[in-house]
């Protein structure tokens, strides 16, 4: 049987080393940004998004023209399980006050160079909602606020509130999958679930959930790999990650499910593998483990399952 390097596989399937043209949603240097920022036109200036959750940290200092939203003002406790996305109208509304507009460029960024911060998962969490209610143009900044003031790029303290956004009606739900469509899609035969967190929660070794270990049958790589040790909030290139990946069983010619602890960790592992990867089919169950753990009738599992080998080149 003929054997083909991952790269080539990837060109098989309309990629070209690994990486496919999405030109609206992508990730995008601190010096791009800089520019859409400062010579695009009055009428075409990007929305500004600053995601990070702590508000000081706004204060301190943020991109210019950028408007502070806070990634966890997007959810809330459901039904007695917290941090679930909130209704839809009351989405579009705080996406309309954060001045979120159909048929502009939205530029998104965080900090958290270093772990254990993570504050780039509130950037591509808000990217994931963005993405689901319509937006099409949405460019993630390579590196964050610390990649942005390392280049001497200019900061600001002053406010930026953007003006009223505008949603149109479009909408993605199908990015995103429920519980009940996760229990059907998980046994289908070229169906990959992969959970995003440490592997020490994969595991069940922890103190932070309810019940421990995983959804059977999910394998583990943990969103942390696909970024530079240097600075959390900048993408590895795929050349160096794309044999761990293939090791775990992540292909582009699977369905992948991705999953976590509260989704945000899942949002990053979903953004990597399809605008980064260029996968063409990429999905978030939402509810992630806070939702799975909460229900005792379902059931979990703390062994690893068998890793996939890595193809010959």
Sequence with gaps: MMRISFVAFLALLGFVDGACVFAEIQVISPEEANRLITESSDNNKPVVIDTRGGYKDYFRGHLPRAHHLNFDTLRGTDSGVPVQYLPDDLTIALLQRAGVQTGKTHILYATGDRLPNDEILSATMVAYVLEKFGIEDLRIVDGGLAGWTKRGLPTTQEYFGNPPGRLGSNRAKSIGISLPELLKAKMEPNTILVDARPKNEYLGDDDIWVRKGHIPGAVSFHWARLMEDSNTHQFRALSSVKEQLVHAGLTPDKNIVV?????????????YLRYVA??????????SWKEYASLSELPAETKEP???P????
């Design 306 to 308: 068998q890793a996939f």
């Design 310 to 313: 890595i193809p010959s080149r």
């Design 259 to 271: 999953y976590c602890g509260t989704s945000r960790e899942g949002s990053l592992l979903r953004f």
């Design 278 to 287: 260029g996968y063409p089919n990429v999905r978030l169950y939402e509810g």
